[in-house]
């Protein structure tokens, strides 16, 4: 049995407690919130848990085996690094730091004390990018031309982080569950309409060795809330849409077909491809709790997550260079190799 103790009791905490009490093999037994009033309709609800406001409690805790971190991102790491200090297992939010040095350390301290270190990227555990990635694996969409998503709404808006910060992060982590090759550059345009503010609207391009490119559209500043993404393979396609109630992902039976001599593509004749649509059965089990599952496996068997601390490193390595790029007006800024 796992002890878990969770640290922030705010938007996320509670979703985190719940699938942690409810996931077999691990237990919650602590809470920790810096606000207090927070705390007092869990207290109620379950007066067996210990209730602080003193994450430094938890931690001192020898019952503890991990800790599920649900914080600000410019927390994360004090948090996190304290927590790996101490001996214990990290379930962290999104992004995993706010920095690639940040990150970078706590992947090191994780690795030199053998302990595990997880990054909350949840919809990489939905049934409808875990059927992509099968798509992908088994080859039924063909060699991969592009990715563009969509992904808005009306607030919530960030005082710490810009708007890439908190949701392009969603389509950076898919993107690397998804592919085999890491990006090679990027490139953003994004504007902040909220004096004091990070920016609440960007678009984010990534460029591949290969002729793959992918394209992220994030606002928190639109009418209506979106979250559809495109992917198209020389194969067939896919409409992946995250608020459709039953037929999230869609496959399309469509493309192109190029006729002619390679070495003369201007003289090619390009055929249209019409086919049908068929929507996949998904498993619809909740991906919080399926990743929950995940965390304790990686305990207790060291099985590798595909959110682990070295994905996390990854795509915050693209976040902060997707910020350079951001800060000088769409200057594609060049990435390493990845890990």
Known sequence: MVNIGVIGYGYWGPHLVRNFMTTAGSQVLAVCDSDRSRLRSLQSSH????????????????????VAIATPVATHYDLARDALTAGKHVFVEKPLAASTREAETLVEMATRKGLCLHVDHTFLYTGAVQKIRELIGTDQLGELYYYDSVRVNLGLFQSDVSVLWDLAVHDLSILDYLLDEYPRAVSVTGQTHVDGNPENIAFLTLLYQSHFIAHLHVNWLAPVKLRRTLISGSRRMVVYDDLEPSEKVKVYDKGITLNGHPESRYRALIDYRTGDMWAPRLDNTEALGRQAGQFLRSIETGEVSPSDGQAGLRVVRILEAAHRSLQERGRPVRLDAGI
């Open 47 to 66: 007066p067996e848990l210990l209730i602080s406001t003193d994450y430094r409690e938890l931690l001192a805790d020898p019952a503890l085996h991990a």
